[in-house]
């Protein structure tokens, strides 16, 4: 629904929500630590209802998307929606777009195996390694372990709830992450060394620490927290959408449940070692952004095809006869 020029920004409001949700996480794990008979951690998980309510009922009162009226056939009620959400009649032009690439699509009749195909072979890689790579960022180590990590590098129960709700406010103000988690590491591992054994850690060693962890959150709220959910929302057409969005949204949650369950295991075994763990993936995953990732703003999900075309590397797995756009489209790009 978004427009293009205003559409990485409505996206990123996403993972600002994201980072707002987080935040009162953390905030009632703090102030529910301190009620007494074991009762604290079933009020914080209880809480956790709330949000899912209120998330399943304002799923009955969205409305539909113009894309999704076209797709059903209702082409007045999409024209109309069309017009409501851009605030203006002027929609003709991206009306028409919009119809082509429903016409399109309903040629696809199997989403999940016309994504194998050659010329999806870019969507296909992005919505695999983009969200696979975040999650190797080690943003969720900080965010799920943060009272257990801060635990266990010195600071007291009490002390370790505040630092993840420091964490969390950097998160929501900041929506580099390789130096920042190298020097984590390299700051643990001066004072516990390979045998995890360290004397007690000062205030002002405590602080650097945190610090570097803040430097961390707010590097990643700058750039794989927002555009690792922005840029697969941007790249699959209408005739893939479904299946390269549930690819996304699948291997993200994998791989969030893989590092929860492997992760203290590895702190116990790689020690400082994982936070250069964790670096090594944001280097190789920097390069692979750097090199395979064309831009896409400003461009309109029904063209993004083009841009793939123009890639170096993918260009030579698209062929002309596979670029089908509306009028317009072949107007802006024989200009």
Not at 12 to 31: R, V
Not at 137 to 149: C, E, H, Q, R
């Amino acid at each position: 629904m978004a427009p293009a020029n205003l559409r990485g920004t409505l996206n990123i409001g996403f993972q600002f929500m994201i980072t707002i949700g987080i935040f009162g996480a953390n905030l009632i794990n703090y102030g529910t630590a301190s009620i007494k008979g074991g009762w604290g951690w079933r009020v914080s998980l209880g809480l956790a209802a709330v949000p899912a309510i209120i998330m399943s009922v304002g799923a009955f009162i969205l409305p539909d998307t113009p894309n999704s009226l076209i797709e059903r056939g209702y082409g007045e009620e999409a024209r109309q929606m069309l017009q409501k959400i851009r605030g203006t009649d002027d929609v003709q032009e991206e009306y028409e777009d919009l119809v082509a690439a429903s016409e399109e699509a309903k040629t696809i009749k199997s989403p999940w195996a016309n994504i194998l195909q050659s010329k999806y072979r870019p969507q296909l890689t992005m919505a695999i390694l983009i969200p696979f790579f975040q999650q190797l960022t080690g943003i969720n180590v900080i965010m799920f372990y943060a009272p257990v990590l801060f635990k266990t590098i010195g600071f007291g129960g009490e002390a370790s709830l505040a630092s993840a709700v420091i964490t969390g406010i950097v998160n929501v103000f900041a929506t580099c992450v390789s130096i920042a988690t190298i020097v984590v590491g390299t700051l643990i591992a001066l004072k516990f060394g390979v045998s995890g054994e360290a004397t007690e850690l000062s205030k002002g060693y405590a602080s650097f620490i945190v610090l570097f962890i803040c430097v961390y959150v707010a590097a990643f709220a700058w750039s794989w927290g927002p555009l690792g959910w922005l840029v697969p929302s941007e790249i699959f057409p209408l005739e893939i959408r479904s299946a390269g969005q549930s690819i996304t949204v699948s291997v993200n949650m994998f791989f969030t449940f893989v590092i929860a369950q492997v992760f203290l295991l590895a702190l116990c075994h790689l020690k400082f070692g994982l936070f250069y763990f964790f670096a090594g993936w944001v280097v190789i995953m920097t390069a692979f952004i750097y090199f395979f990732l064309p831009e896409t703003k400003n461009v309109p999900i029904e063209e993004i095809i083009l841009v793939w075309k123009r890639h170096w590397f993918w260009g030579k797995f698209i062929a002309d006869e596979d670029i089908h756009v509306g009028n317009h489209m072949h107007k802006d790009t024989s200009a």
